[in-house]
């Protein structure tokens, strides 16, 4: 079982940043394989980044990859998504999610966090 809790969001200029947090709690995290995801209003759910917990590993969204950077403090279990030159589009409600490593299905999901960006 693994619990997540987002923070970090909120309302910022185009052209700003800002760096979400995702707290992990559970056991084996050096198993499992943590993501950030986000939810615009009226459309689906979309891949953003993920980080192998153990390795480091990480893959980020071809949209997002000049601007967003996915990492993780083992030491703190938190993972972190910071985004650069934020634009209209990135507005969203973005969850941080986990699975194991030897899954397809991210089963753990944190509450969301809102992303707003004013043009």
């Known amino acids: 079982q693994v ?3 987002e923070s970090g969001g909120g309302l910022v200029q185009a052209g700003g940043s800002l760096r979400l947090s995702c707290e992990a709690s559970g056991r084996f995290l050096n198993s499992y394989r943590m993501g950030w995801f986000r ?5 689906d759910r979309e891949f953003v980044a993920s980080i192998n917990w153990s390795s480091g590993g990480s893959i980020i969204a071809d949209s997002v ?3 967003f950077t996915i990492s993780r403090d083992n030491a703190k279990n938190t993972m972190y998504l910071q985004m650069n030159s934020l634009i209209a589009e990135d507005t969203a409600v973005y969850y941080c999610a986990a699975r194991p490593q030897v899954t397809s ?3 753990y ?6 992303v707003t960006v004013s043009s």
């Open 3 to 5: 619990q997540l809790a």
């Open 39 to 43: 939810q615009a209003p009226g459309k």
């Open 65 to 67: 990859k000049a601007r």
């Open 109 to 114: 999901w944190g509450q969301g966090t809102q």
């Open 105 to 107: 299905d991210y089963n």
